[in-house]
């Protein structure tokens, strides 16, 4: 029984997937193109010079995993499953991945570093830095030679040329590269002169971006002491500086423009809110103004406000007036009877005191030394003008001054005689008659 075309092919399509299956394929690319869809469709030809083509198509979903622009002429490896396409009977293989030659080896070393790093923290979302809104000075981490530094120069004086920048050289590729960025990444760190650094450099394959996966590179941007845009490469490019810096750019220009605000926008962003600040201040201009006309309207005329004051005032001066002459009606002589009963109060409370002075002038005079003085007494002080009130006091020879009412005497002790006591401390004169 004869075959029909479309089954044959049908056939031979299920014959080759179940011989072959998954199949990896190393070549050279030719005719590389991208349709609208984002399908891939090209050939690969024989790597040693061969005369032979296998058609390739890649669909978008696929495509879109690729890290590197393909282009005609570059060594891939590409795996994928072969089939027949049934419109034109060709041999075909649908790509399912597509990577250059010996790029392999360094994806999967990437991959292994990638989590590692992150499952020390680095690429936590937590620990990244806000960039200053505004800042004044920038740092550029790149090469002088590089395409980048120009690009990230010409942005930055054409958004932002009141910004200062300050360019820290280093190498960014080649095996040297590393320890460059790690020190030109730790002098910026440590002069404390900029307010952020931006980290560029320009596309190229995964070997010539390799230096921003190194780890010496990414643990100094995540110790360094100012927030890092890391700018490398094209927008499909990822490397772990990418993602350990405090923010990522799809390329330097892009960097540039992320780290720094237009001026111009800046200057309208301000022009705009002093319009609305002024469209505020004058809103409350014009509620004040209202506010005084119609307090204005509320209180009329002063005079007439006055007017109407001074009246009331007088309304109730009479009725004062007339309510004391009314008590005065009612009082009648009270006051009279009042003043009377004062006086005499006042004139007992004197005559009281002065009988209260005069006992005391009396008591006075009783108690005056002087006074018992002028009845024949005497008192005896020593030469410092103490009184001897004890015989005890004394002493034979000592020096003694005697006072009477009509002067005084200096005498010398010649003998101390103190009166006899009884048994119980009593002179004979105090105690009482026997019987």
């Known amino acids: 029984m004869p075959w029909g075309v479309a089954s044959l092919l049908l056939a031979t399509s299920d014959a080759l997937a179940a011989r072959f299956g998954a199949v990896t394929v190393r070549g050279e690319l030719s005719g590389f193109s991208r349709a ?24 978008r979903r696929a495509a879109v995993l690729v890290d590197f622009a393909p282009a005609d002429g570059q060594q891939v490896e590409v795996r994928g499953r072969l089939g027949i396409y049934e419109a034109r009977g060709e041999l075909q293989m649908v790509v399912e991945s597509l990577q250059r030659l010996g790029t392999g080896t360094l994806y999967e070393e990437f991959l292994r570093r990638r989590a590692r790093l992150q499952a ?11 960039l200053p809104a505004f800042p004044q000075a920038l740092g550029i981490v ?12 010409t942005t930055l004086q054409r958004r932002a040329p009141h910004v200062r920048l300050v360019v820290y050289p280093s190498l960014v590729q080649g095996a040297e590269a590393p320890a460059a960025l790690v020190a030109a990444l730790q002098r910026a760190g440590e002069r404390r002169e900029v307010d952020a650094v931006l980290l560029v450099r320009g596309g190229g394959s995964l070997e010539d971006l390799w230096a921003f996966n190194d780890e010496r590179v990414v643990q100094a941007i995540a110790a360094c002491a100012l927030p890092v845009v890391c700018g490398v490469g094209h927008e499909t490019d990822v490397t772990l ?6 923010l990522r750019a799809p390329t330097p220009t892009a960097a540039a423009e992320m780290a720094a605000p237009a001026r111009e926008e800046a200057l309208n962003a301000l022009q705009g809110q002093q319009l609305n600040l002024l469209r505020v201040l004058e809103r409350g201009l014009q509620q004040r103004a209202q506010r005084l006309d119609t ?4 209180l009329g005329q002063p005079a007439r406000r006055l007017q109407g004051q001074a009246q009331r005032l007088d309304a109730l001066a009479g009725r004062l007036q007339r309510a004391v002459a009314l008590r005065q009606q009612r009082l009648g002589d009270a006051p009279a009877r009042l003043q009377e009963r004062l006086q005499r109060a ?11 002075v005069l ?22 002080e020593s030469a410092d003008g103490r009184p001897v009130v004890s015989v005890h006091a004394l002493q034979a020879g000592q020096p003694v001054r005697a006072v009477w009412a009509d002067g005084q005497a200096l ?4 003998q101390v005689l103190p009166r006899p006591v009884d048994e119980r401390g009593m002179p004979p004169e105090a105690l009482p008659p026997a019987g």
């Open 295 to 298: 307090l204005a309207l509320r």
């Open 411 to 414: 005498a010398e002790v010649r």
């Open 346 to 356: 006042v004139q007992q409370r004197l005559a009281g005191e002065r009988q209260r």
């Open 241 to 246: 500086a990418d993602l350990v810096a405090d």
């Open 359 to 380: 006992s005391a002038e009396q008591a006075l005079q009783a108690h005056d030394p002087h006074r018992v003085l002028q009845r024949g007494y005497a008192w005896v």
């Open 36 to 59: 609208g869809s984002g399908h891939c469709y090209f050939a690969l030809k024989d790597t040693d010079g061969a005369p032979a083509l296998l058609r390739c198509a890649m669909f």
């Open 142 to 153: 790149t090469s002088l030679g590089a395409a980048a530094l120009h690009d990230v120069l």
């Open 120 to 130: 020390l923290g680095l690429f936590e979302a937590a620990r990244k830095r806000p």
